[in-house]
């Protein structure tokens, strides 16, 4: 039986994140309780800025995006990573995998552009706080979050339809957690050359426009920072930063150290544990870090556990 695209491979075998069998157990409850922080803590976020009235501003209408992206995110490979510390064989179907590959990319393109429109909502916020209102209205922040999940979608739709053209031949086994374009393109028995080029345009594309973008804003940021006279304010404008600024550390660094760790030839297992950090502990840590580190959020929280306490008393 020959899959949608004519390859002699209808299901794939995800070889894990190590194949050494005193690690399966450990890293099992390990993912298990990172998925778990992931899920309760991007849910609570979420409802916490949907039912705060004082959260309805654009810096929250972003996190709240943010929040759901990586609960959607978590959830495409989480499940089928935690099947292979479990089971001999971790077997996903040709479809399957393509269909993991193409919400993946939709997913991790979208956060890339949703931390970028934070960071110009922080300039603006720092910048040109006068204007704040009126440059990010609604229309605006709703156009900027379409944008970003547009983003997504089409850098998405051009990898998954450019690996939908390749055969797979006998080679099934993907060195890997999940259905990623790298570990996918080294299966493939015909021309990766479409496919190598698409990846450096588009991936090059969408880590190099948000990175000047993000960069752009906190060179501006950081020049208005300075320029306020009161280390009181310097310290209250830069803590409106900082939360912002290690999610987006987190999230770029890891995503480009696997990349170049990739290209390099032997380096797969180093670029398997790198990815952990941007598709594992980036999703868990957002919600941790927006909230300890974010007065609004703290008082949201604290007034939200008087209220249950309230309803629970009477």
Same mark, same amino acid.
């Given at each position: ?40 803590? @991007?849910?609570? /976020?979420?409802?916490? %800025?949907?039912?705060? &009235?004082?959260?309805? *501003?654009?810096?929250?209408? !972003? $996190? #709240? ?18 099947? @292979?510390?479990? /089971?001999?064989?971790? %077997?996903?179907?040709? &479809?399957?995998?393509? *269909?993991?590959?193409?919400? !993946? $990319? #939709? ?29 990010? &209205? ?7 979050? !379409? ?168």
């Amino acid at each position: 039986m020959l899959a949608r695209n004519d390859s002699l491979v209808t299901e794939f075998i995800l070889a894990g994140l190590t194949d050494r069998p005193e690690l399966q157990q450990p890293l099992f409850y390990l993912f298990l309780v990172i998925y778990i922080v992931t899920m309760v803590g @991007n849910l609570g /976020l979420i409802t916490l %800025i949907g039912l705060n &009235s004082h959260l309805h *501003t654009p810096m929250y209408y !972003f $996190l #709240f995006n943010l929040s759901l992206i990586d609960l959607f995110y978590s959830s495409v490979f989480t499940p089928k990573m935690l099947m @292979n510390f479990v /089971l001999n064989q971790n %077997i996903i179907s040709y &479809s399957g995998c393509m *269909t993991q590959l193409f919400f !993946f $990319l #939709f997913l991790v393109i979208s956060e890339c552009y949703m931390l970028t429109s934070m960071a110009y909502d922080r300039y603006v916020a720092i910048c040109n706080p006068l204007l704040y209102k009126v440059t990010m &209205s609604s229309q605006v922040c709703l156009g900027l979050i !379409f944008a970003a999940y547009v983003m997504g979608f089409a850098g998405a739709t051009t990898h998954t339809g450019c690996m939908l053209r390749l055969t797979f031949c006998s080679a099934n086994i993907i060195n890997h957690y999940l259905c990623d374009i790298l570990p996918l393109l080294q299966l493939s028995c015909t021309s990766t050359y479409v496919n190598e080029m698409v990846v450096l345009i588009v991936v090059g594309i969408n880590i190099t426009v948000p990175s000047f973008t993000i960069l752009i804003s906190y060179i501006f940021i950081l020049t208005s920072i300075l320029h306020i006279k009161s280390t009181q304010g310097r310290s209250k404008a830069f803590s409106t930063c900082s939360s912002h600024i290690t999610a987006i550390s987190l999230f770029f660094g890891s995503a480009v150290f696997m990349y170049v760790k990739y290209s390099s030839p032997g380096s797969m297992e180093q670029g398997k544990v790198s990815s952990v950090f941007y598709t594992n502990v980036g999703p868990m840590l957002n919600p941790l870090i927006y909230s300890l580190r974010n007065k609004d959020v703290k008082m949201a929280l604290r007034k939200a556990l008087v209220t249950t306490q309230g309803r629970n008393i009477f």
